[in-house]
T-cell receptor, first 114, second 111 residues
Framework: KAGVTQTPRYLIKTRGQQVTLSCSPI?????VSWYQQTPGQGLQFLFE???????NKGNFPGRFSGRQFSNSRSEMNVSTLELGDSALYLC?????????????FGEGSRLTVL | DAKTTQPNSMESNEEEPVHLPCNHS???????IHWYRQLPSQGPEYVIH???SNVNNRMASLAIAEDRKSSTLILHRATLRDAAVYYC????????????FGKGITLSVRP
């Protein structure tokens, strides 16, 4: 079965712009979570959605937002981009989002902010 | 949130067992211990997880201390393809299951 698909894979933006990243989970998975990965901070949790509701949120400013659609696809948006937002953004899907299940990660969207 | 502590790096020889340690002294009773690994230019990949008892699967074994304050991921015979960053993560049950990643341990495998 198809894995987690993230689009776009690579993108370049300039400071002040906004960006929208998309994540299509594995069919049947209802939980989607997002992570930011940078060399300095490692992998950091952004937020998690389950059945179109945000269940959990990490310690990121309000410029980072997300949503989930009825088909479980999810998008995250970063507004007023800063240089420090350059990172690999990963999404992961799971059946229920509880601690008992494994997460399936996509290959990520690499954002470069100039 | 409960955190994990891992060494920065380890080296192993090919076809030898590898023991990757993780400390999680603030683990709560509802936290599962998960291990993921990330190969270069890829997203993290699930390896194994457990709650209290030791676990085995086709990829690895997970040994959990009796007090659950530490665990060890065991790769029985390291291959060159096992060279990756390994993350030990605590994941709570229930609706607010937040994942907190540490820095991970970089495993190098010598041929």
């Amino acid at each position: 079965k198809a894995g987690v698909t993230q689009t776009p894979r690579y993108l370049i933006k300039t400071r002040g712009q906004q960006v929208t990243l998309s994540c299509s989970p594995i069919s049947g998975h209802r939980s989607v979570s997002w992570y930011q990965q940078t060399p300095g901070q490692g992998l950091q949790f952004l937020f998690e959605y389950f059945s179109e509701t945000q269940r959990n949120k990490g310690n990121f400013p309000g410029r980072f937002s997300g949503r989930q659609f009825s088909n479980s696809r999810s998008e995250m948006n970063v507004s007023t981009l800063e240089l420090g937002d350059s990172a690999l953004y990963l999404c992961a899907s799971s059946l229920s989002g509880s601690g008992t299940g494994e997460l399936f990660f996509g290959e990520g969207s690499r954002l470069t902010v100039l | 949130d409960a955190k994990t502590t891992q060494p920065n790096s380890m080296e192993s020889n090919e076809e030898e067992p590898v023991h990757l340690p993780c400390n999680h002294s603030t683990i709560s009773g509802t936290d599962y211990i998960h291990w993921y690994r990330q190969l270069p230019s890829q997203g993290p990949e699930y390896v194994i997880h457990g709650l209290t008892s030791n676990v085995n699967n086709r990829m690895a074994s997970l040994a959990i201390a009796e007090d659950r304050k530490s665990s060890t991921l065991i790769l029985h015979r390291a291959t060159l393809r096992d060279a990756a960053v390994y993350y030990c993560i605590l994941r709570s049950t229930g609706a607010n299951s937040k994942l907190t990643f540490g820095k991970g341990i970089t495993l190098s495998v010598r041929p």
